[in-house]
């Protein structure tokens, strides 16, 4: 008898998140009783805008709840292109994709781009998913790694030196995650250029990109550089951070014609449109109906990154960048003794902290903290991580 088992295609071999695995796990031991502190968590805690829940309530109410344009509600798509032109990028209707959520839109462009034979460049420290995304598509991944004493922004040599013939794809996320770096326009220009010369393309995931704490780090898009980058860029953003819309699952991206053309067959063929009501949320989110709660949030975000930043240059086992962007602070914990797997086990086990082990995003000997939580969780965990790593020290001694 034939084994069922015995072949799958790429789809079938993706591991689970284990930014998601560890939230569940903190949730399963809150239910029993135990008071954890949670660091993992890639998710503002803040109530969505009252003016975005208002405009899907009237979709609702209205009845707009039936199929729309696999593509995206068009008065939706209008609002994007003016927020990608707000941005230097000059698009179109037509060359604009609404997905349920922007790691749909991910997840869509690569596998929709690559194939087997291709090869796609991430800047580690990265975002796990793409790796996962990319192992879908059948391309080989093509680590280049990126330092904390550099801003955790990629360098041209190295770069330069991991293209070749079959490189099809270079992915960008700035504000970054995990890192909170914000790329300087210098090192965008770099990768443009490398990009146009060589004839590749590139994904920027510009997801945070309204979570940017510092005017002299503020976002660029790579593709309003120069119409040539613009020809090759594929740019994705959504709704799911900037305005605390996680749940809600709606996200967008821009690329030229021919690719959206594949991309929006994908699409019609997987999920149909994104959830029409939930269209309508983003017109009142685009048109600005949410703006002055967005500048509180930010606000409240660089709060608390001079909160955390502050509490951990007290702990000298551990080194980390002050982020620009986003909600997580990168920790190099090598001096402890212990890599990141084993850090963030023991620290739950024995001061029931929850941080991220960034093993999984191409950085062992890191720990990804994230301060989208209150002041109280900052100042506790902080404070418990503190006396963790001393506790290690003694026993190293």
């Given at each position: ?14 591991s ?31 109530d969505?805008?009252?003016?975005i829940?208002?405009?899907c ?13 696999s ?25 604009i ?16 781009l690559?194939?087997?034979?291709d ?13 996962e ?16 004493e550099n ?27 995990p ?10 220009e ?5 990009a ?8 920027s ?11 002299d ?5 790579i593709?309003?550089l ?20 996680t ?16 991309i929006?067959?994908l ?10 009501f ?7 989110a ?6 002055q ?12 990154r ?17 982020p ?8 190099d ?11 963030a086990?023991k ?41 963790f ?9």
């Amino acid at each position: 008898m034939k084994d069922l088992r015995a072949r799958c295609n790429p789809l079938a071999t993706l591991s689970p998140s284990v930014t998601l695995a560890l939230t569940a796990r903190a949730k399963e031991m809150k239910n029993q009783g135990k008071n954890v502190y949670s660091m993992s968590i890639g998710e503002p805690d803040f109530d969505t805008p009252r003016s975005i829940k208002g405009a899907c309530i009237r979709a609702l109410n209205e009845g707009k709840i039936g199929y729309v344009a696999s593509s995206g509600l068009p008065a939706l798509k209008t609002e994007i292109v003016k927020k990608f032109q707000q941005n230097g990028i000059l698009t179109t209707p037509e060359n604009i994709v609404v997905t349920t959520g922007a790691k749909l839109a991910l997840f869509e462009a690569i596998t929709s781009l690559c194939a087997y034979g291709d090869e796609v460049i991430v800047f580690a420290p990265y975002w796990l998913s793409y790796i996962e995304m990319i192992k879908a598509s059948g391309a080989k991944v093509r680590v280049v790694q990126t330092f904390l004493e550099n801003n955790f922004e990629p360098r041209e040599e190295d770069l330069v030196q991991a293209i070749n013939e079959n490189t099809k794809l270079i992915i960008v996320n700035s504000p970054n995650n995990p890192t909170g770096s914000v790329y300087q326009k210098k090192t965008l220009e770099m990768i443009a250029e490398t990009a146009v010369r060589n004839n590749i393309m590139v994904l920027s995931d510009e997801i945070y990109e309204k979570l940017i704490y510092d005017n002299d780090k503020p976002h660029i898009s790579i593709a309003s550089l120069s119409e040539k980058i613009a020809e090759l860029t594929i740019t994705i953003n959504g709704f799911s951070k900037a305005y605390a819309m996680t749940g809600w699952r709606l996200g967008y991206l821009t690329a030229p014609l021919w690719l959206v053309k594949r991309i929006a067959a994908l699409q019609s063929h997987a999920t149909s449109n994104a959830t029409t009501f939930v269209q309508y949320a983003g017109i009142a989110a685009l048109k600005g109906e949410a703006d002055q709660e967005v500048l509180q949030m930010v606000q409240t975000f660089a709060k608390r990154r001079e909160l955390i930043c502050s509490l951990l240059s007290q702990i000298k086992q551990l080194k980390f960048s002050r982020p620009n962007g986003a909600f997580y602070v990168l920790c190099d914990i090598s001096q402890t003794g212990l890599n990141a797997d084993e850090f963030a086990a023991k620290l739950l086990e024995e001061k029931l902290v929850v941080v991220i082990p960034c093993t999984s995003f191409g950085a062992q000997n890191y720990i990804r903290l994230s301060y989208a939580c209150s002041d109280e969780v900052i100042q506790t965990a902080v404070a418990r991580i503190k006396e963790f790593c001393e506790s290690l020290e003694r026993l190293n001694q």
